[in-house]
T-cell receptor, first 111, second 113 residues
């Protein structure tokens, strides 16, 4: 079993839909990252969370430390949101860059 | 644009060869991280340098080595290349030794034939 599990693996949505991507982890963490990877390959860091909730534009990330679960929400989805979304956990005591990555959720938003 | 520059963007080479990937971090960032993304293993942390010193090591093979220079750019050296080394190699930088946001480069795509 992977230490960081994401669901779903693939997600197709219509433009305007509300989207949720889930991430569960089995290790003790000091922070959790959400990353976005576009088809060209480049990676962008969306959020780094250690508790609660963060919002940036149409993106919202939440984390429940007790339940070892995080969610990424996209409101009013748009075709330009099509990408792979990756959650990554930073272990307690680990270097910030020593992340354990989920396998990613491939999102396709249709116009 | 993250401010992190990686070269080359694409590289094709043969088994047994050696290559060097280069990363220039954002101006002022002292930490550089290297990651490998392959089809079967996904993203994996390889190694971190902070202000010229190795700080953390992940799943980095002995055939691979890295260093960070006084001007803070970093190089990842991959030697005795095997077909399975074909992957995207990312570097990321951060202003801090630990904690804080990561800024990723566009990656170097290595193909070993």
């Amino acid at each position: 079993k992977n230490e960081v599990e994401q669901s779903p693996q693939n997600l197709t949505a219509q433009e305007g839909e509300f989207i949720t991507i889930n991430c569960s982890y089995s290790v003790g963490i000091s922070a959790l990252h959400w990353l976005q990877q576009h088809p060209g390959g480049g990676i962008v860091s969306l959020f780094m969370l250690s508790s609660g909730k963060k919002k940036h534009g149409r993106l919202i990330a939440t984390i429940n430390i007790q339940e070892k679960h995080s969610s990424l929400h996209i409101t009013a989805s748009h075709p330009r949101d099509s990408a792979v979304y990756i959650c990554a956990a930073m272990n307690y005591g680990g270097s910030q860059g020593n992340l354990i990555f989920g396998k990613g959720t491939k999102l396709s938003v249709k116009p | 644009d993250s401010g992190v520059t990686q070269t080359p963007k694409h590289l094709i080479t043969a088994t047994g060869q050696r290559v060097t990937l280069r990363c220039s971090p954002r101006s002022g960032d002292l930490s550089v991280y290297w990651y490998q993304q392959s089809l079967d293993q996904g993203l994996q942390f390889l190694i971190q340098y902070y202000n010229g010193e190795e700080r953390a090591k992940g799943n980095i093979l002995e055939r691979f080595s890295a260093q960070q220079f006084p001007d803070l750019h970093s190089e990842l050296n991959l030697s005795s290349l095997e077909l399975g080394d074909s992957a995207l190699y990312f570097c990321a930088s951060s202003p801090k030794r630990g904690g804080g946001e990561l800024f990723f480069g566009e990656g170097s795509r290595l193909t070993v034939l």
